[in-house]
C-alpha cells in the first residue's frame, strides 16, 4: 500500500518548527517526493501519529510507554543482570521513530483473519490486533495473507488494525512449570497465580541433526511389565500408543507418568481437544499419585478453537525442550494426535487450503513428523538430555491403514497397539502383541530385565497359535494342555491394573519365576494375586535379591537360581 502522503495525527496544532522536524524526518525516510498532510484526531493523545504507507510511527504518550515496556522485556528475557541493564537503558532511553508496520483485516470468521498490508511479515509471526488478540501468520500470498487468531475473535472486525511485532511466535518455560496447568501459549489455566519464566522457547524450533543426537541406550521405565519386557522405550525414543477409543491409551501414558516418580524424568502431558473435566481429572488423579511436582500438563480443550488445538503440541514440545536442553530427561505425551490433525484440517480447510487424502491439506504429514522428530537423545556436548515421546492415535474400529495413523506409524520408532476385544475379554493393557513393536527394542533394556524377558516373546508367540485348541481342552494330550496353561498363565500375568507400576527388580523377579514355571497349577484367574503376593514375600523374606538388581543391573545364573527357589518355596507355601 504505497502512497505519496504522509499523515500526521494529533489533537494540537504542531508548531512550525516541529512540523519542519517532520517535514525532514519524511523526506529522509522516503524522498522528496512524499508530502506530509496534518490532520486533527483524538487518535494520538499526548503525541503524534504519523503513517507513511503502510508504516505507523506512534510518538502517543501511550506508544512511547509501549516502547519502553516493549524494551524492558526483552532485558528481562535475557537474563541475569537485569537490575543494572535497566538503569542503563532508562538512562540512555529515548523514544525511537520506528516503524510499525501494519495491515488491515479483510475478513474474519472462525478464528482466521485474511489481512491485506503487512507486506514483509513472515511466516509463523506473531501479529497484535487492536482488541489485544494475539495471532499467527500461517498462510502467505501475493496480496494478503492468512492469520490464524488465538484470543477471542469477536472484537475483531473487518478494517480492523493489525500490527507485526517481528516476533515468531514462543512459549516462556521453566521449571516454575512443573506442577502447572497452561493453555497452548503457556498462560495459567489452575488458578494458582502467576509463572516466572525462565527462558522464552520458540514454539517450532528445527529437530537437532545426527551429529548433535547419541543412541538411545538408556531404559524408560513404564512401570507396565508387557511394555518393559516385550516393547521396551528408551529415552529420546518416540512410541506411538495406538488404539479405538476407550481401550486404555491414556491410561498407558498415565502410569508411565506415574512410574517416573524419583527417577528426575520431567513429564509434559499435552491434551488436544479432550474435555475440561477430563483433563481436571488426569491432573487430580497425578497430584494424588504425586507426580504433579514433576509433571506439566498443556491442554487446548475440545471447547477452544482450532488454532490453539494446532499449536498447543510445539508449545508442549518447546516447554519440553527447555528441560531437555538443560541435560534432564523429559517425558511427552500428545493426547492426541488424531484430533491434532483434525483441527489442522480446519484450519487449512479456512484457510483455502486443497484438501487432499480424507480433506486433510497436503502437509499433514509434515505437521507430525516435524513434532516428533524434535524428540531426541542428546549428545553429551549439548548436555546428554532426551526427550521421549508418546504420541496418541485413535483409530476408527481398528484400522491402523487409514492415513493419519499410517503417516504417525511411519514417524514413529514402534508401536503399542490397543485392541478393543482384548481390553472387553478383561486382558488390560490391551496390548495386542502380534502388532505391537518397538524398534529400539533390547538397547533400551537394562541387561536384567534383558536376561529376564528370555523366551517370553517365543513362548507367548507359541501361545497364539495353539490358543484355537483352547475350546478342545478336554481333547488334549497332557503336554499339549499344559503348555496351553502355562500361555494362558504368561498372558494373565501381563494383566496390570491401573495405577500399580512394577519396579524394574518386581519385573525381573516375576519373569524369571513365571518362565521357570513357578506358577504352574495356579489357576489363570488367581495369576495377579499370585504375583502380587510374591513380590510381597520377596520383599519381606529375600530383600537382597530386589537391591541386587537395582544396584548392579544384571541378572546373574546364581541370583536366577536364587529367585527361582525363593519363588518356588513361596508357590510351596500356598499350595
Ligand atoms: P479415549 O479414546 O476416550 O481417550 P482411552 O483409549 O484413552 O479412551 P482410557 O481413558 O485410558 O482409554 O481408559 C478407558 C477406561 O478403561 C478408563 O475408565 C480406565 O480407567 C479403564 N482402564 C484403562 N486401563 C486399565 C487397566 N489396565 N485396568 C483396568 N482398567 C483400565
Ligand atoms: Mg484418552
Redesign the pocket.
Known amino acids: 500500500m504505497k502512497t505519496d502522503t504522509a499523515r500526521l495525527y494529533s489533537a494540537k496544532r504542531p508548531s512550525d518548527a516541529q512540523m519542519a522536524r517532520f517535514k525532514r524526518f519524511v523526506a529522509q525516510k522516503y524522498g522528496e517526493g512524499m508530502t506530509l498532510e496534518w490532520i486533527e484526531s483524538d487518535d494520538a493523545p499526548g503525541g503524534f501519529r504519523l503513517e507513511a504507507g503502510s508504516d505507523v510511527y506512534d510518538w502517543s504518550a501511550e506508544g512511547r510507554v509501549a516502547q519502553l515496556r516493549r524494551k524492558l522485556e526483552r532485558i528481562a528475557l535475557g537474563g541475569e543482570k537485569v537490575i543494572p541493564l535497566i538503569k542503563e537503558t532508562l538512562d540512555a532511553w529515548q523514544p525511537e521513530a520506528l516503524a510499525e508496520e501494519t495491515g488491515r483485516v479483510i475478513s474474519v470468521g472462525d478464528g482466521i483473519v485474511a489481512a491485506e498490508g503487512l507486506d514483509n511479515a513472515e511466516y509463523g509471526e506473531i501479529v497484535l490486533f487492536d482488541c489485544g488478540a494475539k495471532g499467527m501468520i500461517q498462510d502467505l500470498r501475493r496480496d494478503m495473507c492468512g492469520i490464524i487468531v488465538f484470543g477471542d475473535c469477536r472484537e475483531i472486525s473487518s478494517g480492523s488494525v493489525i500490527r507485526r511485532t517481528r516476533r515468531t511466535a514462543g512459549v516462556p518455560a521453566g521449571n516454575g512449570f512443573l506442577g502447572r496447568i497452561v493453555d497452548a501459549l503457556g498462560e495459567p489455566v489452575d488458578g494458582l497465580g502467576e509463572i516466572v519464566p525462565e527462558a522464552y522457547r520458540p514454539i517450532e524450533c528445527p529437530a537437532p541433526g545426527i551429529i548433535d543426537r547419541k543412541p538411545v541406550d538408556k531404559p524408560l521405565e513404564t512401570g507396565l511389565l508387557v511394555i518393559d519386557a516385550l516393547f521396551p522405550i528408551g529415552r529420546g525414543q518416540r512410541e506411538l500408543i495406538i488404539?479405538?477409543?476407550?481401550?486404555?491409551?491414556?491410561?498407558?501414558a498415565?502410569?508411565t507418568i506415574i512410574n517416573q516418580k524419583g527417577k528426575g524424568v520431567v513429564c509434559v502431558y499435552v491434551a488436544i481437544g479432550?474435555k475440561a473435566s477430563?483433563v481436571a481429572q488426569l491432573a487430580e488423579t497425578l497430584r494424588k499419585k504425586g507426580a504433579m511436582d514433576y509433571t506439566v500438563i498443556v491442554t487446548a480443550g475440545a471447547g477452544e478453537s482450532a488454532p490453539r488445538q494446532y499449536v498447543a503440541p510445539y508449545s508442549g514440545c518447546a516447554i519440553a525442550e527447555y528441560f531437555m536442553y538443560t541435560g534432564r530427561d523429559v517425558l511427552i505425551v500428545y493426547?492426541?494426535l488424531s484430533k491434532h490433525a483434525v483441527a489442522y484440517r480446519q484450519l487449512s480447510l479456512l484457510l483455502e487450503r486443497a484438501p487432499g487424502r480424507e480433506a486433510y491439506p497436503g502437509d499433514v504429514f509434515y505437521l507430525h513428523s516435524r513434532l516428533l522428530e524434535r524428540a531426541a537423545h542428546l549428545s553429551d556436548a549439548l548436555g546428554g538430555g532426551s526427550m521421549t515421546a508418546l504420541p496418541?492415535v485413535?483409530t476408527q474400529a481398528g484400522d491402523v491403514a487409514a492415513y493419519i495413523p499410517t503417516n504417525v506409524i511411519s514417524i514413529t520408532d514402534g508401536q503399542i497397539f490397543?485392541e478393543s476385544e482384548l481390553?472387553f475379554e478383561g486382558q488390560?493393557?490391551?496390548v495386542n502383541i502380534g502388532l505391537s513393536v518397538s524398534r529400539v527394542g533390547g538397547n533400551a533394556q537394562t541387561r536384567a530385565v534383558k536376561k529376564a524377558v528370555g523366551s517370553l516373546r517365543l513362548d507367548l508367540a507359541q501361545f497364539r497359535e495353539m490358543e484355537v485348541f483352547m475350546q478342545f481342552s478336554s481333547d488334549l494330550d497332557e503336554t499339549t494342555r499344559r503348555r496351553l496353561m502355562y500361555g494362558q498363565g504368561l498372558m494373565r500375568l501381563l494383566?496390570?491394573?491401573?495405577y500399580k507400576p512394577y519396579s524394574q527388580s518386581d519385573e525381573v523377579i516375576l519373569l524369571v519365576s513365571a518362565l521357570g514355571r513357578a506358577f504352574e497349577g495356579v489357576p489363570a484367574a488367581a495369576i495377579y494375586d499370585r504375583a502380587a503376593g510374591l513380590l510381597e514375600f520377596m520383599r519381606g523374606e529375600h530383600p537382597e535379591i530386589a537391591s541386587e538388581i537395582d544396584r548392579t543391573g544384571e541378572l546373574t545364573p546364581g541370583l536366577s537360581r536364587k529367585i527361582l527357589a525363593a519363588a518356588k518355596e513361596y508357590g510351596a507355601s500356598k499350595a
Do not use: W, Y
Request: hydrophobic letters at 25%; zero cysteines.
Open positions: 488404539g479405538d477409543r476407550q481401550t486404555g491409551k491414556t491410561a498407558i498415565l502410569d479432550q477430563s493426547d492426541d496418541v485413535e490397543l481390553f488390560r493393557p490391551a494383566r496390570q491394573p491401573q
